[in-house]
């Protein structure tokens, strides 16, 4: 198993970061590729789970920018394998059950997220402060 | 190119990750306090090396990091050193990069998610530089998941 795991929000934010400094019909799925990379690099990490792929691609919008996002996505690996056991369902319907100090809800990606990666002995690096605790 | 990588990680359930990595898949772990309850980390520390011939079995990975610890360590104390005083931790990892005479190329990183662990930085990046040869004696061979 790798080291850590990176969240959705760190994908997103990074792309972003990217973005922000091109116009959107100048982004070639090598730029994406790239930027992928160099997030790599940066946190020493490549893995991600198959909720955070699934929750990235939903915020795609259109056709252009689901396929910048399929080939920013490429560059990770997804460490479950693509399979999530009843036991991870079980672990996430516990999390969800528990109400946290703040009252807020939960969310089913953070919580079958933290379910998985109990499972795998993994840690997650998140800029998401409501990540259920 | 070949990697091994030393990390050290604190997770916001008090839990502390120390490992090696071998080209991405660790190698020898250990963990330290209560496991499970929340894996979002608060701090990490990575000692990130590369090059044609390093070692490429766990226990010949521990006996390379601990020869070279004196540049390693050096490099740790170094970066603690450069840690800004009010570091932001929504910006990228801190890096410092060094080539050892043997060709391998060592890059130190860090990162905190929050403003407090931020701050604490500099004491655990010499924390790690102190207790470098103890930290890579106390790990144990990682079982697959």
Request: proline share 6%; glycine share 6%; hydrophobic share 40%.
């Amino acid at each position: 198993m790798p080291r850590r795991v990176l969240d959705t929000n760190i994908l997103i934010n990074f792309w972003a970061g990217k973005v922000v400094r091109h116009r959107a019909v100048d982004i070639t799925v090598r730029d994406a590729a790239a930027w992928a990379k160099e997030l790599i690099e940066l946190q020493g990490t490549d893995a991600i789970l198959t909720p955070i792929y699934i929750e990235y691609v939903c915020g795609q919008g259109d056709e252009n920018w689901m396929k910048l996002a399929r080939a920013y996505l490429d560059e990770f690996d997804i460490v479950d394998d693509g399979r999530i056991l009843p036991g991870d369902w079980k672990v996430a319907t516990q999390i969800a059950h528990r109400i946290l100090r703040d009252r807020s809800p939960r969310q089913l990606g953070d919580c079958i997220i933290r379910a998985i990666c109990k499972r795998l002995h993994l840690e997650v690096l998140t800029a998401d402060r409501r990540f259920p605790n | 190119m070949p990697t091994v990588t030393f990390f050290r990680q604190a997770r916001r359930d008090g839990g502390i990750r120390t490992g090696i990595d071998i080209d991405d898949q660790t190698v020898l772990s250990r963990f330290e306090g209560p496991e499970d309850d929340d894996p979002t980390l608060l701090w990490y520390i990575d000692v990130r090396c590369s090059g044609p011939r390093l070692p490429r079995d766990a226990e010949a990975a521990r006996q390379w990091l601990e020869r070279n610890a004196k540049p390693i360590v050096a490099a740790l104390e170094a970066l603690a050193d450069r840690v800004p005083t009010g570091l932001d931790p929504s910006e990228s990892p801190l890096k410092l990069s060094r080539r050892l005479p043997n060709g391998v190329s060592v890059t130190v990183a860090c990162s905190a998610v929050r403003r407090a662990e931020a701050r604490s930085l500099p004491a655990i990046l010499r924390n790690v530089a102190i207790n470098w040869r103890e930290r890579l004696r106390s790990l144990g061979m990682t079982q697959a998941a």
